[in-house]
């Protein structure tokens, strides 16, 4: 039986995440497992006036191509890849996968190759974006492979999705509204600052620069679900360690117990205690992957534990997270690299934030009572 909360899910991704406007172009791409919110999506978007063009991936063929394509498959840059990002308006993607440990068979290094060969795909996209040539949004569709993650039934997940971006309210944007009036106090008190000390009893003892850098307002534009506000820090400014509780999910693969030592801006030593040869790989697959490329708080009090899901994990109300790798340009970040590896660390249990010298946070809370609290999640 169709679930109606999908269709309300394609409005508001095409009407209020990326504005689809008679005449745009939109991609909309995923894995054949997301074939209903594809559907919908695509009828939204014929609905409004646009174009829509449908990229559905069987999810055998991502695995196929690692794990059977020559060193120079692996290393071929696809034109019509590369053209269709210079030409589509808006882009909608949708994460969803019938097996989300698919790709832990596969050698590290292979899919480090994979990743280097993207990299100009992956730059001119963040330029037309930062530019305000392109509107992109990334949404999550409840699969029971997440669910299984989540250590929920498939029927719990869809709830906790569906209500995490208000699908639940008569006017989801408008609740959106609010968050975004929430967060641009963090955005606009950050903007100012020179110098963020995250500090948690687990080890983590971090300094990150975000002098001149801009914050911005993940408020369901971007990510759906949504919450968070971020910048791209200083490039040779980050010193300390980063010391995880929660492992670190890229592409199908975790990384658990990482700790990674900065200095002058580079990581200089990096450990874990299970994955270890997969994160040495995607930090050494180029010259800015060592680099921090975002700084992020997670502000969604409404997720409230971790899920081996990036979509909700880096939005969990109390915690910050770091990306390896590329910058968002509009950030004023300046790193380049095909990474964008995304790390959460918890702050919620004995955490401290300090900005310039002064706390602002402390157990996963902020001090400033006008700022996200748990409470105010509608």
Not at 196 to 210: A, E, K, P, S, Y
Not at 257 to 262: K, M
Request: with cysteine.
């Amino acid at each position: 039986m169709h679930d109606p909360r999908i269709d309300k899910l394609a409005r508001v991704l095409v009407t209020y995440s990326v504005g689809v406007q008679r005449g745009d172009l939109v991609r909309i791409s995923g894995s054949a497992v997301a074939e209903p919110l594809i559907t919908a999506l695509y009828s939204e978007v014929i609905r409004t006036g646009g174009h829509p063009v449908v990229r559905m991936i069987p999810d055998a063929c991502p695995e196929i191509f690692l794990r059977s394509a020559a060193d120079e498959q692996l290393a071929y840059l696809d034109p019509l890849a590369l053209q269709e990002v210079e030409t589509i308006d808006c882009s909608i993607g949708i994460w969803g996968d019938a097996n989300t440990k698919a790709l832990s068979g596969i050698e590290p290094s292979r899919q480090a190759r994979a990743s280097k060969a993207r990299k100009p795909i992956v730059e001119r996209f963040l330029k037309r974006a930062a530019e305000k040539q392109l509107r992109w949004v990334g949404a999550e569709f409840p699969t029971h492979a997440s669910a299984q993650d989540a250590e929920m039934s498939l029927s719990e997940f869809e709830d906790f999705v569906f209500r995490a971006g208000f699908l639940h309210l008569s006017d989801p944007a408008a609740a959106w509204q609010q968050v975004h009036d929430r967060q641009q106090r963090v955005c606009d008190q950050l903007e100012g600052g020179h110098e963020l000390h995250f500090r948690t009893l687990h080890g983590t003892d971090l300094v990150v620069g975000i002098a001149s850098r801009h914050w911005l307002n993940s408020d369901g534009h971007h990510n759906f679900p949504d919450g968070e506000v971020y910048t791209g820090p200083i490039e040779d400014a980050t010193q300390g360690t980063l010391s995880l509780t929660f492992p670190a999910c890229y592409e199908g693969k975790e990384a658990s117990g990482v700790r990674l030592v900065f200095r002058d801006g580079r990581v200089v030593d990096a450990s874990a205690d299970k994955g270890e040869e997969f994160l040495i790989r995607m930090l050494d697959q180029d010259a800015g992957a060592r680099i921090l490329g975002e700084v992020a708080f997670g502000l969604n009090y409404g997720v409230t534990r971790f899920m081996k899901n990036l979509t909700f994990d880096e939005k969990i109300g109390g915690t910050f997270h770091v990306a390896l790798g590329a910058s968002y340009p509009e950030s004023g970040g300046k790193n380049e690299s095909a990474l964008h590896w995304d790390m959460v660390g918890d702050l919620s249990k004995g955490g401290i934030v300090e900005l310039d010298g002064e706390c602002i946070g402390t157990d996963g809370r902020f001090l400033d009572r006008a700022w996200p609290q748990p409470e105010d999640q509608l």
